[in-house]
């Protein structure tokens, strides 16, 4: 079975343009959560999605956005790109909206601002 | 405010040479603590959900423990492939995990 998916694995922007970031769940999981991982600490949690609404948004500007789809695949958004945006961007998926469940990550999207 | 401490920061253990990696944790409405094992430029790898004070789950080499404050992955008898980042995470709310910034593993042959 497929696990989380991500894509593009890997990206290289400029600052101030916009990049999206698509994550697939593992089949019949429902919600979908975005992490944001600079190089040498712990994932930040930025966005939760369930039932294509926004369950929960962490420290994160406006310029960060999210979705969930129908197919409970989502996208990630960042506007006007910073330098301090280069992270790898994580997506994690669990079966249901509920305390406990399992959550699994994908493998994550690189992204380099410059 | 939630804070989730992992020490040492870096370990570097010869293989068969046994250890425990601590995450302390002080957070309101807990509702799990998830460890997660993560290679370089991979993302973590689920290895263990703890619930409850006492509670202990093992998994091949590697057992987890939970305080009602800490945390413990013991490693025994480790091998190079347990070579890692291991990463504890407290579940806040329904579903946002909030994470340490890990322990460095580096086991020698």
């Known amino acids: 079975d497929a696990g989380v998916t991500q894509s593009p694995t890997h990206l290289i922007k400029t600052r101030g343009q916009h990049v999206t970031l698509r994550c697939s769940p593992i089949s019949g999981h429902k919600s979908v959560s975005w992490y944001q991982q600079v190089l040498g600490q712990g994932p930040q949690f930025i966005f939760q999605?369930?039932?294509?609404?926004?369950?929960g948004r962490g420290n994160f500007p406006d310029r960060f956005s999210a979705r969930q789809f129908p197919n409970y695949s989502s996208e990630l958004n960042v506007n006007a790109l910073l330098l301090g945006d280069s992270a790898l961007y994580l997506c994690?998926?669990?079966?249901?909206?509920?305390?406990?469940?399992?959550?699994?990550f994908g493998e994550g999207s690189w992204l380099t601002v410059v | 405010e939630d804070q989730v401490t992992q020490s040492p920061e870096a370990l570097r253990l010869q293989e068969g040479e046994s250890s425990s990696l601590n995450c302390s944790y002080t957070v309101s409405g807990l509702r799990g603590l998830f460890w997660y094992r993560q290679d370089p430029g991979k993302g973590p790898e689920f290895l263990f959900t703890?619930?409850?004070a006492g509670e202990e789950k093992e998994k091949e080499r590697l057992k987890a423990t939970l305080t009602k404050k800490e945390s413990f992955l013991h490693i025994t008898a480790p091998k190079p492939e347990d070579s890692a980042t291991y990463l504890c995470a407290v579940q806040k709310g329904f579903q946002k995990l909030v994470f340490g910034t890990g322990t460095r593993l580096l086991v020698s042959p």
């Open positions: 994690a998926s669990s079966l249901e909206f509920t305390p406990g469940n399992t959550i699994y």
């Open positions: 703890l619930y409850s």
């Open positions: 999605y369930y039932e294509k609404e926004e369950r």
